[in-house]
């Protein structure tokens, strides 16, 4: 099983996740020509997705789902909620998962859960190829005692480290655009992040990926000590998955 990302950020997200011939994108807020060249950076084209499934309606991570699917005859996975806000065009083959429900698409097992987020019916996920399993949380708010549950154990994961609060405090946002990233149906802290890192069993980690990092907010550098200290391992060892150049291919073995 591997994974790789297309870019990660408020510009726009998208994450592959491939297991014995099945490759799916997790989210795509990119246009289709960005979309194409993304994947073909990472070897693939859009004719090589078995789906697209979506984790909410933000733009960042379906204004281009739609078009992929549309142009390329992919199916579009989402939530009932994220359907019911769903308007980026005609999809020829729309379906729906319920995000308490595991369901499969070819080869891959995935799990979904519904996080505390500002979106009608958010889903993270975790995946599995029936001997390893990645967790997928970003546009988190808080911790919840279920989340904790759905991703601990993983061999992977993918998670939201989306701002430091001093610099958001500091920053010339809003007041009310601080209050929602920060509140409780924003976005993870580094320190969020690394108290849930903590909360759960992460002794079987081969890679964690810090994702969703702010611009302004955040940088490479703090989100990856919040996570080395937890893990008690060299900031080398945490990988970013960046807005621009996303981040390569990593096999779980
Ligand atoms: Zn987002
Ligand atoms: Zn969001």
Avoid at 85 to 90: E, K, P, S
Wanted: include cysteine.
């Amino acid at each position: 099983m591997r994974f790789a990302s297309l870019g990660s950020g408020s510009r726009g997200n998208g994450t592959l996740v491939e297991a014995n011939g099945t490759c799916l994108l997790i989210d795509c807020g990119f246009s289709l020509k960005e979309t194409r060249s993304r994947l073909a950076r990472l070897g693939k084209t859009p004719e090589d997705l078995a789906a697209v499934v979506v984790t909410h309606e933000h733009s960042d991570h379906i204004s281009g789902a739609g078009l992929v699917a549309r142009n390329h005859n992919v199916p579009l996975w989402m939530t009932p909620g994220t359907r019911a806000q769903y308007n980026n065009g005609f999809v020829p083959d729309l379906r729906v998962f319920s995000h308490h429900e595991t369901f499969s698409i070819d080869a891959i097992e995935i799990q979904p859960f519904p996080v505390p987020h500002d979106a009608r019916e958010p889903a993270q996920f975790v995946f599995s190829d029936g001997n390893h399993r990645l967790g997928l949380l970003t546009d988190t708010g808080s911790r919840t005692e279920h989340v904790e549950k759905m991703i601990t154990g993983c061999d992977a994961l993918l998670l939201e480290c989306n701002h430091d609060p001093d610099m958001l405090a500091q920053s010339h946002y809003p007041e009310s655009t601080k209050a929602r990233i920060s509140g409780d149906l924003g976005h993870l802290s580094n320190s969020q992040a690394a108290e849930i890192l903590n909360a759960i069993d992460h002794s079987g980690l081969q890679h964690i990926v810090a994702m969703h990092l702010s611009e302004k907010n955040n940088n490479a550098k703090l989100a990856r000590k919040a996570l080395a200290d937890v893990l008690d391992c060299s900031t080398d060892w945490i990988d970013v998955a960046t807005q621009d150049e996303g981040l390569d291919w990593r096999t779980i073995s």
